[in-house]
């Protein structure tokens, strides 16, 4: 029941993303959406931050996992990029946030997470110091990011990395 409730929280807000901006979505909204009430919402997060927060790493559970299956850490690439892809509609509401510098934040940390472990696990040893692949894990993910808000409202931010 615990999880049903929590997913519940989590779908209505999805669902009301699709129609209002991010800004604009309250806790009175989410819990009208999922008929549930303030206090059972403050059961499961402080706010919509934390409910962000809380999505961002159930998405980043599941990219792991959907990785980690590929054979090939370039296909493990590969699964982030596919992943970002329908989500791009998502990111793009984020980052017209008004609190889009903490929201962009968190999507750094969750992404350095990912790619942390991706290494960890996936990759090849690398001749690199630990603050080497520090810096190059920074580069690369601003470079995502940076993409991602340069292409925003094109139908794909990587085309040519999903022409099979």
Known sequence: MLVQTRERIIRAFYELEKVKHIDKITIKDIVEQCGLTRKTFYYYFRDIYDLMDAIADQELEKLLEE????????????????????????????????????????????????????IE???KPLNMKKDEMDLAMHFFIYGILGILMERKGRRTAFPELFSE
């Not at 990029?81 to 969750?110: C, N, T, W």
């Open 121 to 123: 696990e996936k990759g």
């Open 67 to 118: 990785s980690m299956a590929a054979p090939t850490p370039e296909e493990a690439l590969k699964c982030f990029f596919r992943y970002l892809l329908p989500r791009q509609g998502h990111l793009e509401r984020i980052m017209e946030s008004r609190e889009h510098m903490m929201l962009a934040r968190v999507m750094f940390d969750k992404v350095y997470r990912y790619f942390s472990r991706l």
